[in-house]
């Protein structure tokens, strides 16, 4: 696992909790208007149907609820960037739980329901500060609800791209803060102040080893848009076809990012 960064990026809590309320009131609105057949249609994530990718998008809200659940760490042990590179390995398991989800909720609009009101609930009874358990350490609940805008905006678009004609919005705040976590993740996996790579309008990092550069334009620079760095930063996308369809310009002989991506499965 990549070291953290010794200068976290900070996050509003409050503006992350409405993101995170709102993306997931959006994937809602979206799942309500979803047929039988739809809900049988193939994803890119494997064997998953619709209806296994919505079961997930709940479970990904509901690790809230088991986090709080338990009891309440002495100590924080893990940072915020120590999320984004132990996805891989939790991969196996986040595909049994989603298959019992589906199982047990076949009504998913009713269930969606129930975790919409049960995280306000949650989170008007804790505060940011609260620790709680997660798959990488104890992290404070302000902390792990960033990652949870990672997970809402990425299945998002998972669930656009299986279903034709489907364009569940993205929340502004939510997207913000799933590009700059997963702009830090890089930074942080390549270290360095050689390579400039930026996402406007959210996010403008330095990564790489080599020559710093001072003032002016850096000699290496790598720029594309929100939507195409996350699905690069999460394999949807692979940098040789985002470059070739002009996805992403990148020049300056250390602007290949490919050995470095994708950041987390």
């Avoid at 993740?185 to 390549?190: I, N, S, V, Y």
Wanted: hydrophobic share 40%.
């Amino acid at each position: 696992m990549p070291p953290a960064k010794k200068r976290a990026r900070t996050y509003d809590p409050v503006k992350i909790r409405k993101a995170v309320e709102a993306q997931f009131g959006n994937v809602r609105e979206a799942v309500r208007t979803l047929t039988p057949e739809q809900l049988t249609l193939p994803t890119r994530l494997g064997e998953w149907t619709v209806r296994e990718l919505v079961a997930h998008i709940a479970m990904a809200v509901t690790a809230v609820h088991r986090g709080l659940d338990k009891p309440e760490p002495a100590k924080q042990d893990a940072v915020l960037l120590d999320w984004a590179f132990a996805t891989f390995a939790n991969s196996a398991a986040i595909d049994e739980f989603t298959r019992k989800l589906v199982e047990q909720h076949a009504d998913l609009d009713a269930y969606l329901a129930d975790v919409e009101q049960s995280l306000t609930r949650l989170l008007d009874e804790h505060t940011g500060i609260r620790l709680l358990e997660t798959n990488v350490g104890a992290l404070p609940l302000a902390d792990y609800l960033v990652t949870r805008t990672v997970e809402l905006v990425v299945h998002t678009d998972d669930l656009n791209a299986a279903v034709p004609g489907l364009d569940v919005p993205y929340d502004r705040q939510a997207l913000a803060a799933c590009t700059r976590l997963l702009a830090d993740a890089l930074a942080t996996k390549a270290p360095g102040g050689s390579t400039e790579v930026r996402i406007p309008p959210y996010a403008v990092v330095q990564c790489i080893e080599g020559p710093r550069h001072t003032r002016g334009t850096p000699p290496n620079v790598v720029e594309t848009d929100p939507q195409t760095w996350f699905r690069l930063a999460t394999g949807r996308v692979t940098w040789p076809d985002a470059v070739e369809k002009a996805q992403v310009s990148a020049s300056g002989e250390r602007a290949d990012l490919s050995g470095l991506l994708p950041l987390m499965g």
